[in-house]
């Protein structure tokens, strides 16, 4: 089943630690009925900032540099739980390995960890 993370709009003033406990809250749920794959939103960790007149330099603070980073590490963490039983960081390593190669198209739990790596890099 694939559940479509449905959430209301983050605010410019809205912290980032905030809204990733929001999104967690949301693959909590999803997670609980059952869900093996949740679609979130393009703009599920920060605001569409262009609304506002800013600088440069002001809109650099919306752009993640890394992924998962120290913000978003729970979000990624929370999910390789879910569907691998293991951390973020232990799914990443073996992705870059090569380990998931010959079954990510058979596993489902593997192609949605898949398209969170490649959403985040």
């Given at each position: 089943m694939v559940a479509a993370a449905q959430m209301?709009?983050?605010q410019r003033?809205?912290?980032r630690d905030d809204v990733v406990e929001r999104l967690i809250r949301l693959l909590h749920d999803a997670h609980a009925q059952g869900a093996q794959l949740v679609a979130f939103p393009e703009l599920?960790?920060?605001t569409?900032?262009?609304r506002w007149h800013m600088s440069h330099g002001e809109a650099e603070g919306f752009y993640?540099?890394?992924?998962p980073n120290r913000h978003t590490k729970p979000?990624?963490?929370?999910a390789a739980r879910y569907y691998l039983n293991m951390s973020g960081e232990e799914v990443l390593r073996r992705y870059d390995a090569g380990e998931f190669e010959a079954e990510i198209d058979e596993r489902?739990?593997?192609?949605?960890?898949k398209m969170l790596?490649?959403?985040g890099r």
């Open positions: 209301g709009p983050i003033a809205d912290d599920a960790l920060t569409f900032f262009p993640e540099r890394e992924m979000l990624f963490d929370e489902p739990e593997l192609r949605h960890m790596i490649l959403f």
